[in-house]
């Protein structure tokens, strides 16, 4: 083995944590896009519900002393090749030196593969996972996300739907933005379902990092105040009055958690919740975090019959007693968020025996089940979703 393949194998067994650059957080974090350099040319590329909100007309104003701004209205929601195609020639023609991006994941992972492309006019999106090439040749990235949820603003990853329909995640530190808006504002007008479900995302990316395969101390740590954010803000936003003042401080609060558990998934992978959840989503077209977040107490009771003691630590820095009381509060945030309560509700069709080996056929190639905390195979999949049906 030469030097540099004995460097590179190194640091893939080293773990290390890759950080955005910059993170503006806060109230008022949005006026971070009138403090760009006077000669940006800027792609402001928004989701078409942020649009609708008058996002798009609000962002243009903060940049209005830069040197250009050029509208990209993002309306295919998750990023798969024709889409992307689409809007090649906009974008080169355009010539960005800032592209940002607002909106969910989806829109936050468009961006970065509408960025990769444009660094890189060769680049072919074939739907399989293939290594990203240097990026910031041309342009940087900045990440505003209107949901609390996905955690991409801060992920090494993005997810690309090839045309089968099942997602495929591109793993590059590539990916990490050079800067990340958290502005509580910018999620009042995110509807209460959609609240829950991005809320139960971030949940499931903070639980299954906790415990995954990979996981260490630090993102443990990271981890942790991830699910206690979740566990106390969450309930406050979905208790809280339709058309009352915006509780700002919890939604502020539900976007660092966000914001931490995609940086601990990014790292360490996730688990079984998350195998389950891409493979409904492909079979059924599911939303992914409404998917997530309903596998993922089923999940962890999977789990704690393999390793009674297994989110004890995580349950303690939440101040409950064990693991058993961490799924119990999970199972009733779920109940009193309106989280599907069974197969039916989630997909809108029944869990068939055939769905059942299709889905867990499915579940047992994904990624993500590798770093299960225990162990799972397809025969354990399905007796789970024997279970749930």
Avoid at 209 to 214: C, D, P, Y
Wanted: with cysteine; charged share 20%; glycine share 8%.
């Amino acid at each position: 083995m030469d030097k540099a393949a004995l460097k590179a194998m190194k640091l893939r067994m080293l773990k290390r944590v890759f950080f955005p650059p910059e993170v503006c957080a806060g109230r008022d974090a949005i006026e971070r896009l009138s403090c760009l350099e006077s000669t940006a040319r800027v792609l402001l590329m928004v989701s078409g519900s942020a649009a609708d909100a008058g996002l798009l007309d609000q962002l243009g104003a903060k940049c209005k002393d830069a040197a250009a701004c050029e509208p990209l209205r993002w309306t295919s929601g998750a990023p798969a090749a024709p889409a992307l195609e689409a809007v090649r020639e906009q974008v080169a023609a355009f010539a960005p030196n800032w592209i940002v991006a607002v909106g969910g994941g989806s829109v936050l992972d468009a961006a970065k593969f509408v960025w990769a492309q444009y660094e890189h006019p060769e680049l072919q999106w074939t739907g399989a996972a293939a290594a990203i090439p240097p990026l910031r040749g041309k342009a940087r990235l900045a990440a505003v996300p209107t949901t609390a949820g996905s955690g991409s603003e801060a992920s090494q990853a993005a997810v690309l739907s090839n045309a089968q329909g099942a997602k495929v995640a591109y793993v590059s530190t590539e990916w990490i933005p050079d800067l990340v808006i958290l502005d509580p504002a910018l999620t009042v007008n995110l509807p209460p379902a959609l609240t829950a479900s991005t809320g139960f995302d971030a949940l499931a990316h903070a639980v299954e990092s906790a415990v995954s395969s990979l996981s260490h101390a630090l993102l443990r740590t990271w981890s942790a105040t991830a699910v206690r954010g979740v566990l106390r803000h969450l309930p406050q936003l979905m208790a809280g009055p339709q058309g009352a003042a915006p509780n700002l401080a919890a939604r502020e609060g539900m976007q660092h958690a966000a914001f931490l558990g995609g940086l601990c998934q990014s790292t360490t992978s996730t688990g079984a919740a998350h195998a389950l959840s891409h493979a409904t989503t492909a079979l059924h077209h599911t939303a992914h975090a409404m998917a997530t977040g309903f596998y993922l107490a089923p999940t962890m009771e999977w789990n704690l019959g393999k390793n009674p003691r297994l989110y004890d630590d995580l349950a303690g820095e939440c101040g409950l007693p064990g693991g058993e009381a961490l799924v119990a509060r999970i199972r009733d945030l779920a109940r009193t968020s309106g989280m599907p309560a069974d197969f039916q509700q989630l997909t809108g069709c029944a869990l068939s025996d055939d769905s059942v080996k299709t889905l867990a056929a499915a579940a047992a190639k994904d990624v993500c089940l590798k770093t299960n905390a225990c162990r799972m195979t397809e025969k354990d999949l399905e007796d789970l979703l024997r279970k749930i049906g």
